[in-house]
């Protein structure tokens, strides 16, 4: 037995990424490599940070100090609080974009730009044409870390010549595999009732990607040369395909394995298997294969684990076959070609000599990857990057100034929104804090919560696919097929009190669905999302509300960024931001940068409606009406003490006269949010970032009466400011403006950020 390390430089790591019992090939790497190096270096303290993907989380080890939960980047920032306060010495991330939650896994950046200590990232997946997000995300991440582990010569390759990363941060650290002996295939065979046959294998949790169907297809020119031939798929289904398809893919193998003939031959082991058991499957194997579907893959766990213990391996040549199984340590074979398999395990059998020494040569390889010496290879790159650190300040210690370092946003809350929904839909008033039923529900505010719940989507926030289905069915109810137009009014009972919705509601009601396509990820939404749409895009041309029109454009955009070549989608768009650029040509004049004679609700919406049409028409002209009109807005409801003021609706502002000033209503300071996050990610102008905070701030007590809108007791909004108190009811339109403000807030800050490289 190798002597244990007993000591080392650096006390305290933390390891995070997913982590055992949770069922992935992320957990089991994260697992190994800790124990691995908890097991070598017994000075060391080592603890793990686990990412749930589910509510209840998993029955962790007690190695396990603190967990994240996938889809909310609070926890990522208390995450960070924890590691910076717990003297912990070094950071190792095992970085992978499917296990994180935001874009592209953005929302381990949050964490990673918080940390004191060095950050070591392994690599687990490098793309040769990533998307501009993945792209952006990986580079920060490296930016962000000190050193990355690479655990293929092609991985390094790429991160140099496609995300342009220094050779000298890249260690090139093999996967590590479990140290077993040489031994005869029929040592094991009995353990599983396969004595006497020769046994081919293939394991890992099963999904389509991993094209088992092309190993049975070639089963029967196999069976029809050597009959004992028995295939064991070891393995069971990945839990995401289970949750999305079920066990159709396994069905699918099975019914194959009957059609051809083979089902004697072929055994599925449907069960996620204990490392024990994993050495025995692979130690009664005579052959193994890997038959992947993609090229694109940069490592794999089981062909180095089989690699390792010396077995003969066959492969499709994705990247990481065609390094491991080089100078004669395996053989490849095309792409879902069973013929070209069937030759090669037929090929091998025949060829006892040339297989047992590919064995050996595969073992002999195998013998830099096991767990002790990778542990070594690390313990090696948290030392280069501990050293390396010492010449920099810790970001987590350099001083900001105020205007550099904006107000923390407050946390998310929806007690409230959850209140005021039930099993039908979002009800539209309430007395206090308390749902008021009896004035019922409308389209309105069922298509704002619709979009809200779109952007918690976006974000990743638990729970959003529920409130998605609510909102969007409720939609689905309330549109007419007769007049093609949406209701909008409908009593506690559940019935419409018009045929026939406000041109308002219809628009928003687009906006909406607009969202839901272009925002979330789930197929099951879209279809009703996308038909509905369609249906009551012709509608919106015949209203009269410039307001309408410019709901129904923020929604045609959302959708176009998803349906670019929808040619009715970019005519009626092109339709409708004509008539607001008319109307702004018609009434603005030298003091009067406006749309109309007369300023009343949703004022900055009509701005942002241009703005998004002038980018993506393009049209120049939109763009400047649209920065100039919101900027005189934006100037016209600054109070003299710097705070946001909005249009008053007890009088609203005609041209001439003088403005309202009360009642200040939430979905004026929405409106003005989003206007100049539009603004801001059009022209990267700060001043924009700032006006989104200065109207967000209102709901929180920078405004006239220095009182907080928002309640963060329930989570809700109340409904508005008077001029001496607030208006203490908390109803759908107003929670929703302050939860619309806060989240696009939050996508601004922690997507938009995420994929800004750090400099």
């Keep these: 037995m190798k002597k244990k390390i007993t000591s080392s430089t650096i006390n305290r790591i933390a390891f995070i990424g997913n982590y055992l019992p949770r069922q992935c090939g992320i957990a089991t790497f994260t697992t190994d490599l800790c124990e691995a190096i908890a097991t070598q270096y017994l000075d060391t303290t080592c603890i793990a940070m686990p990412v749930n993907d589910i509510e209840d989380g998993y029955a962790y080890p007690t190695r396990v100090r603190f967990e994240l939960v996938e889809k909310?980047?609070?926890?990522?920032?208390?995450?960070?609080?924890?590691?910076?306060?717990?003297?912990?010495?070094?950071?190792?991330?095992?970085?992978?974009?499917?296990?994180?939650?935001?874009?592209?896994?953005?929302?381990?950046?949050?964490?990673?730009?918080?940390?004191?200590?060095?950050?070591?990232?392994?690599?687990?997946?490098?793309?040769?044409?990533?998307?501009?997000?993945?792209?952006?995300?990986?580079?920060?991440?490296?930016?962000?870390?000190?050193?990355?582990?690479?655990?293929?010569?092609?991985?390094?390759?790429?991160?140099?010549?496609?995300?342009?990363?220094?050779?000298?941060?890249?260690?090139?650290?093999?996967?590590?595999?479990?140290?077993?002996?040489?031994?005869?295939?029929?040592?094991?065979?009995?353990?599983?009732?396969?004595?006497?046959?020769?046994?081919?294998?293939?394991?890992?949790?099963?999904?389509?990607?991993?094209?088992?169907?092309?190993?049975?297809?070639?089963?029967?020119?196999?069976?029809?040369?050597?009959?004992?031939?028995?295939?064991?798929?070891?393995?069971?289904?990945?839990?995401?395909?289970?949750?999305?398809?079920?066990?159709?893919?396994?069905?699918?193998?099975?019914?194959?394995?009957?059609?051809?003939?083979?089902?004697?031959?072929?055994?599925?082991?449907?069960?996620?298997?204990?490392?024990?058991?994993?050495?025995?499957?692979?130690?009664?194997?005579?052959?193994?294969?890997?038959?992947?579907?993609?090229?694109?893959?940069?490592?794999?766990?089981?062909?180095?684990?089989?690699?390792?213990?010396?077995?003969?391996?066959?492969?499709?040549?994705?990247?990481?076959?065609?390094?491991?199984?080089?100078?004669?340590?395996?053989?490849?074979?095309?792409?879902?070609?069973?013929?070209?398999?069937?030759?090669?395990?037929?090929?091998?059998?025949?060829?006892?000599?040339?297989?047992?020494?590919?064995?050996?040569?595969?073992?002999?390889?195998?013998?830099?990857?096991?767990?002790?010496?990778?542990?070594?290879?690390?313990?090696?790159?948290?030392?280069?990057?501990?050293?390396?650190?010492?010449?920099?300040?810790?970001?987590?210690?350099?001083?900001?100034?105020?205007?550099?370092?904006?107000?923390?946003?407050?946390?998310?809350?929806?007690?409230?929104?959850?209140?005021?929904?039930?099993?039908?839909?979002?009800?539209?008033?309430?007395?206090?804090?308390?749902?008021?039923?009896?004035?019922?529900?409308?389209?309105?505010?069922?298509?704002?919560?619709?979009?809200?719940?779109?952007?918690?989507?976006?974000?990743?926030?638990?729970?959003?696919?529920?409130?998605?289905?609510?909102?969007?069915?409720?939609?689905?109810?309330?549109?007419?097929?007769?007049?093609?137009?949406?209701?909008?009014?409908?009593?506690?009972?559940?019935?419409?009190?018009?045929e026939q919705g406000s041109d308002d509601s219809h628009g928003r009601a687009l906006w909406a669905l607009g969202a839901v396509l272009n925002k979330c990820n789930s197929p099951s939404l879209h279809g009703m999302a996308a038909w509905l749409f369609e249906q009551t895009l012709p509608a919106i041309l015949p209203t009269t509300s410039p307001r309408a029109w410019a709901f129904a454009l923020i929604g045609i955009n959302e959708y176009s960024q998803k349906f670019s070549g929808d040619r009715r989608a970019s005519q009626v768009r092109d339709e409708l931001a004509g008539r607001l650029l008319t109307l702004y040509q018609n009434n603005s004049t030298a003091d009067w940068h406006w749309y109309e004679n007369e300023l009343s609700y949703c004022n900055a919406a009509l701005p942002h409606a241009l703005l998004t049409c002038g980018k993506l028409i393009p049209n120049k002209a939109m763009s400047d009406a649209g920065l100039e009109s919101l900027a005189w807005l934006s100037e016209l409801q600054r109070a003299k003490g710097g705070h946001f003021v909005s249009i008053g609706s007890n009088g609203f502002y005609k041209m001439g006269g003088e403005p309202a000033r009360f009642d200040q209503q939430p979905v004026e300071a929405q409106a003005m949010v989003s206007a100049c996050l539009e603004a801001y990610s059009i022209t990267a102008n700060k001043f924009w970032d700032k006006e989104a905070h200065r109207a967000f701030e209102w709901f929180l007590g920078r405004n006239d009466l220095n009182l907080p809108v928002y309640d963060p007791k329930t989570g809700g909004c109340r409904d508005g400011l008077h001029s001496d108190r607030l208006n203490e009811n908390q109803g759908a339109e107003s929670t929703l403006a302050f939860l619309q403000s806060l989240l696009e807030l939050r996508l601004t800050e922690h997507s938009q950020l995420s994929m800004k490289v750090v400099q």
């Design 72 to 498: 909310d980047i609070e926890s990522y920032l208390r995450a960070a609080d924890f590691l910076n306060i717990n003297d912990v010495d070094m950071v190792c991330v095992q970085f992978e974009y499917g296990i994180y939650g935001g874009k592209a896994g953005s929302h381990i950046l949050s964490l990673l730009r918080e940390l004191r200590m060095p950050i070591v990232t392994t690599l687990h997946t490098i793309l040769k044409n990533p998307n501009d997000e993945q792209k952006l995300v990986l580079e920060e991440v490296a930016a962000l870390s000190d050193r990355l582990v690479v655990m293929s010569e092609r991985g390094s390759e790429f991160l140099q010549s496609i995300y342009n990363i220094s050779a000298g941060k890249i260690d090139f650290i093999p996967h590590g595999i479990p140290d077993v002996p040489f031994v005869d295939p029929s040592f094991n065979k009995d353990l599983f009732g396969v004595e006497g046959k020769t046994v081919l294998l293939s394991f890992g949790l099963l999904s389509a990607s991993k094209g088992i169907e092309t190993v049975i297809s070639a089963l029967p020119a196999i069976v029809n040369r050597y009959p004992d031939i028995v295939y064991i798929v070891v393995g069971a289904t990945h839990p995401n395909v289970i949750k999305q398809e079920g066990e159709t893919y396994r069905l699918s193998l099975q019914w194959l394995a009957h059609q051809t003939g083979v089902e004697s031959n072929v055994i599925f082991y449907n069960r996620f298997v204990n490392l024990e058991e994993l050495i025995e499957f692979i130690g009664a194997a005579d052959i193994y294969i890997t038959p992947y579907l993609n090229e694109a893959q940069i490592t794999s766990g089981t062909l180095a684990y089989t690699l390792g213990a010396g077995k003969a391996v066959i492969s499709t040549p994705y990247w990481y076959a065609q390094e491991m199984l080089s100078e004669g340590r395996g053989v490849l074979f095309p792409f879902r070609d069973h013929e070209a398999l069937a030759e090669q395990v037929i090929n091998l059998l025949d060829n006892e000599a040339e297989r047992h020494a590919m064995r050996k040569r595969a073992y002999v390889f195998g013998r830099a990857m096991i767990w002790s010496e990778v542990a070594k290879r690390y313990m090696e790159s948290f030392e280069r990057a501990r050293a390396e650190r010492r010449h920099y300040i810790p970001p987590g210690f350099a001083a900001k100034a105020l205007d550099k370092y904006p107000g923390e946003l407050p946390p998310l809350k929806l007690n409230h929104l959850y209140s005021i929904t039930d099993e039908t839909g979002m009800l539209q008033h309430s007395l206090f804090s308390v749902p008021n039923y009896s004035h019922g529900y409308t389209t309105d505010d069922n298509a704002r919560a619709l979009l809200v719940s779109a952007l918690l989507e976006e974000l990743g926030i638990n729970d959003s696919k529920k409130l998605l289905t609510r909102y969007l069915a409720f939609l689905g109810y309330a549109f007419n097929p007769q007049t093609g137009r949406f209701r909008n009014f409908m009593d506690y009972q559940h019935n419409w009190l018009e």
